[in-house]
T-cell receptor
Framework: AQSVTQLGSHVSVSEGALVLLRCNYSSSVPPYLFWYVQYPNQGLQLLLKYTSAATLVKGINGFEAEFKKSETSFHLTKPSAHMSDAAEYFC???????????FGTGTSLTVIP | EAGVAQSPRYKIIEKRQSVAFWCNPI?????LYWYQQILGQGPKLLIQFQNNGVVDDSQLPKDRFSAERLKGVDSTLKIQPAKLEDSAVYLCASSEQGFSTDTQYFGPGTRLTVL
């Protein structure tokens, strides 16, 4: 069975500071991992995904994530936070029997001016 | 390219009433999903369709929830009768083929409040 754990339900950073959102996965098979962002009253938008190619994945809006098998992690980073990055971020792992996603509980990012 | 459309955006009902949500996926997408997102939690899959057939409905409370995808395009999710704990955002998503590597594209959701 697949699952993801997002450490830290709330993260606050200053504008211009490094953003680090943590995601650890549990999977009995090689996982496919996704990061989504959700702005208030909107659906989820894909930031990036890992599908067993390069372990460092670059996404939209300057975000990137590194797949580390030894640590079972797929943390999301951005070198410099912008006010517009304030949102809810979800990590998800794809099921081994198809495209069923298992989402984490989310991390709310606040950017302090 | 048009995204996933959902309606209504908001719905308020009293417990024991019925409600239905509609979803129109991205054109050409074979796979359609309904998720329930309770406040403060991540989305939870309720049902997955491949064309007009059900792939997975193991987490759908079948005593009160039903869903259909006639002609393999639009889909409707129904709750009858609603309970207080059904208050949530109901998200519809679609993907091209339903492969594990496919991106799921989400609609804006329907926020349901059950009083």
């Amino acid at each position: 069975a697949q699952s993801v754990t997002q450490l830290g339900s709330h993260v606050s950073v200053s504008e211009g500071a490094l953003v680090l959102l943590r995601c650890n996965y549990s999977s009995s098979v090689p996982p496919y991992l996704f990061w989504y962002v959700q702005y208030p009253n909107q659906g989820l938008q894909l930031l990036l995904k890992y599908t067993s190619a390069a372990t460092l994945v670059k996404g939209i809006n300057g975000f990137e994530a590194e797949f580390k098998k030894s640590e079972t992690s797929f943390h999301l980073t951005k070198p410099s936070a912008h006010m517009s990055d304030a949102a809810e971020y979800f990590c998800a792992v794809s099921g081994d029997t198809g495209n069923q996603f298992y989402f984490g509980t989310g991390t709310s990012l606040t950017v302090i001016p | 390219e048009a995204g996933v459309a959902q309606s209504p955006r908001y719905k308020i009902i009293e417990k024991r009433q019925s409600v239905a949500f509609w979803c129109n996926p991205i054109s050409g997408h074979a796979t359609l999903y309904w998720y329930q997102q309770i406040l403060g939690q991540g989305p939870k899959l309720l049902i997955q369709f491949q064309n007009n057939g059900v792939v997975d409905d193991s987490q759908l409370p079948k005593d009160r929830f039903s869903a259909e995808r006639l002609k393999g395009v639009d889909s409707t999710l129904k709750i009858q009768p609603a309970k207080l704990e059904d208050s949530a955002v109901y998200l519809c998503a679609s993907s091209e083929q339903g492969f594990s590597t496919d991106t799921q594209y989400f609609g804006p959701g329907t926020r349901l409040t059950v009083l």
